[in-house]
């Protein structure tokens, strides 16, 4: 006789038709033994059924109390909708969850205990978390202890604080929440002066009622953080009443110190995607793939911190900056499997992707979000009017498929296509200007209207360059560097050439809807068109890869003086701090936090190494102690 404890393995084929025989005897009210009673509804089920998913249901029908015997359970505060999803997916397995259900089952599975419907809405939940719903989906997490929860909207309302306290979910926070908030060294503000409005904007919403909170909410602000203007306006000339005595009182008690919050430390830094070199991909035994590097650099301090590499070896991502400041990636591609080519070499195959990403930078992590509904290899992203857009892309279908543009809700985390590009393009660059999408290739300029979603062809420019870069800055669109597809003798040049040793700049007005020449760029000869445009510290730059042929990268940071109409050299940037990236980097600029990141050491090219393996190499013709690594 065989052990009774010996677990088998289930037969799928058999649970599956078990489960839709119980579904069909639910649907026909087959041997049903309880009815639940919601509002005017009635559910015939079966107890079996409810009590495998709810442990409300199970200790309901299992106690041996009088409970176990009714067959009317009536249910009160539920949603009758509700129970009928969450009955569905009791006989089906299948949860009909979306924006407008997720909530009310959360509330409803609470109620019932029904682990698996829960977990589900929470990660629901957490996806859709934005700057909107956020400081609801703190109040939602607390009231329900989903410490998962609370904690990812937390800190979407500390990474959004400066929009989200305004808000009116965030005047309703509870006390508790509030302080929670308040007191977090997280906060993403860059003056004290936001958290104190805050602080009064809540007191104020009812006086009357929060007036006992006042010492306490008050004392989560950082005084001495305060201007001086700030201080005397506050702290002097005050009437005499409990809320001036309560005032006072925490200023003379409050240290004269402070930990700045998280926001007081942001720096403005170049952000390099795929910033991985032919020398280090050469590093990797037998692949010829390499996972994209996210690195960034901070001029001021001339530093390189390391970013979280993308999930999955993405390469060629579309990359945006907010103008919240958020990171994004979109598209690429990731290798399925090396395969031997010709010459006998190990040769990789690509698959491209439809994944979208945002960075949480407190947690230097990448955080997937509702994906494309386009696979796109290097797709242009731009933010305008509120919404993403997704443009063109070397994408897996044609020349139709090139020309798809898709916009993203940030609020819905969704995605739905516009207007397609006029023509296909096997490259474009993007830049946004007046409210509008102005997309540039070759020596053709079409502008895209978002609210008429339409695209018009405005001026063209009098040179045809591809793999240019461009930048809008005030009224001006400027289109930098890249390859002449047409020499002046009429001939194709070569590809890796460019016509002269300067970096050649046109100006596009908005205003005239005309292009003009704009002093070229007196930057060393270039090999590649390493040229990215960049605003920067409130300044139009570029990010220049300078070398000569054979010659290790050296990069330098030129800005325009728009009043001379000259170039000139801010920063070099020295090849000790800044490793060679290659030529086929992304570079956005974005403000980041230095302490949520790792600080890179430096790391020579391969080609620096005495062949000896001696600790010493030549740089500049002086002998260099190999920095510690």
Sequence with gaps: MSDLSERRPVNTDYAVSLLEQLKFFYEQKLLTDVVLLVEDSEFPCHKM???????????MFMSGLSESKQTHVHLRNVDAATLQIIIAYAYTGHLAINDSTVEPLYETACFLQVEDVLLQCRDYL??????????????????????????????????????????????????????????????????????????????????????????????????DALSEVTQRAWFQGLPPNDKSVVVQGLYKSMPKFFKPRLGMTKEEMLIFMEAASEARAEGYAMATSVPLTAVCYSPQAEKVYKLSNPPGDLQKVGTLVAPDNDVFIAGGQVPLKNVIGGGGKLQSLFHSVDSFFWLDAQQNAWVPKAPMLCARIKPSLVHCDGYIYAIGGDNVGGELNKRTVERYDCEKDEWRMTSPLPLAWNWITSVVAHSCIWVLTHDLMYCYFPRADAWVEMAMRKTSRCFATAAAFGDLIFYIGGLHVISSSGARLPAGTVDGSAVTVEIYDIKKNEWRAAANIPAKRYSDPCVRAVVLLGSLCIFIRETHMNERAKYAIYQYDAELDRWYLRQPVSERVLWDMGKDFRCAVGKLYPSCLQESPWKPPACFFSPDGGEEFEVDGELVTLPPV
């Design 49 to 59: 059924v409810l009590a495998t998913c709810s442990s409300y249901f199970r200790a």
């Design 126 to 223: 957490v996806k859709k978390i934005n700057a909107e719903n956020c400081v609801r989906m703190l109040s939602i997490g607390d009231l329900f202890s989903c410490s998962e929860l609370k904690q990812s909207a937390k800190r979407m309302v500390e990474h959004k604080f400066p929009v989200v306290y305004r808000q009116e979910a965030f005047l309703q926070l509870s006390h508790e929440l509030l302080v929670d908030v308040l007191s977090s060294d997280n906060l993403n503000v860059e003056k004290e002066e936001t958290v104190r409005e805050a602080a009064m904007l809540w007191l104020e919403y009812n006086m009357e009622a929060r007036s006992q909170h006042l010492s306490s909410v008050l004392s989560q602000i950082r005084i």
